[in-house]
């Protein structure tokens, strides 16, 4: 394994040199994918490293971003295959690149929809926010960036839910996070940071939309054992940030159910407890009496129904 800082120093000078400097070269970079598709696995964990949102220079450029979608959507264990074919100890060396882009990619995901929004965000005019801006539908990310972060998204929480059979076959289920809970910390701080600095107001529907996707990375990568860390700490981490029903839901935890042996080991129950501050659902009532039957009508076999065709 190669330390983290030569690592992204070799992938901006390829982003520099086929996404930026020459125009339409993007098309020999994407030939790396049948290639060497390590390389690649590495490229993306690199270039996530880089591009981490943080600033509106450090937003991925449109090609770049196209590019790595269209590699995961197409296979998506492509960002397991470093994980896959590299022997593993339960700790890992600090400064080194990650096993995966998992981090880097839901990092990505989150944070696009404000991040975005920061980028066009309308100019101040003695203080105050013009209307005139304010009301232009352009302001955010525009729908391509909109699909392009929903299609990662979704290949990430796939990639996810595999992780469980993968950790389990390298003897590393409940013993290896691939998912740090010490790298959520900071992320959870961008967004709590980001939201606050963006007017409410006006980007609720961003806020919205980077919470639920949290909220669904934390529950899945918790699920599959990717992330190692107890509710008490989810609520620790999240208790700043602005109101979400499904985070609410993902932070109250799983409804906890006897053992039993029909289930096999590492089910995951899919019912959540109620929202906090509600109590739980009384039980239902003694079951009403019974209805008094009503008596059958008599068959008359003698009496006929002459047949009238509908026209």
Known sequence: RTPVVYCVRLAKALVDDYCCLVPGSIQTLKQIFSASPRFCCQFITSVTALYDLSSD???????LLEMIVTWIFEDPRLILITFLNTPIAANLPIGFLELTPLVGLIRWCVKAPLAYKR?????????????????????????????LYSKLHLSVLQVLMTLQLHLTEKNLYGRLGLILFDH?????EEINRLADELNPLNASQ????????????LQVAMASGALLCTRDDL??????????????????????????????????????TPPLGYGAVPAHPAA??????????????????????IR
Not at 121 to 145: A, Q, Y
Not at 206 to 217: G, H, K, N, T, V
Not at 288 to 298: I, N, S, V
């Open 206 to 217: 961003e806020i919205e939309l980077s919470l639920d996707r949290l909220a669904q990375a």
């Open 235 to 272: 609520r620790t981490l999240c208790s700043r940030l602005p109101h979400n029903n499904l985070l609410q839901l993902v932070i109250s935890g799983p409804v906890q159910q006897s053992p039993h042996a029909a289930l096999p080991p590492g089910f995951y129950p899919h019912i959540h």
């Open 288 to 309: 009403h009496p019974a209805l008094p039957t009503h008596p059958g009508h008599t068959f008359i076999s003698g009496v006929s129904f002459p047949f009238r065709p």
């Open 184 to 188: 959520m910390v900071p992320l959870v």
């Open 119 to 147: 980028k066009k965000k309308p100019p101040l005019s003695n203080g105050h926010v013009s209307n005139k801006v304010t009301k232009d539908p352009g302001v955010g990310m525009d729908r391509d960036s909109h699909l």
């Open 57 to 63: 220079d450090l937003i991925p450029p449109m090609d």
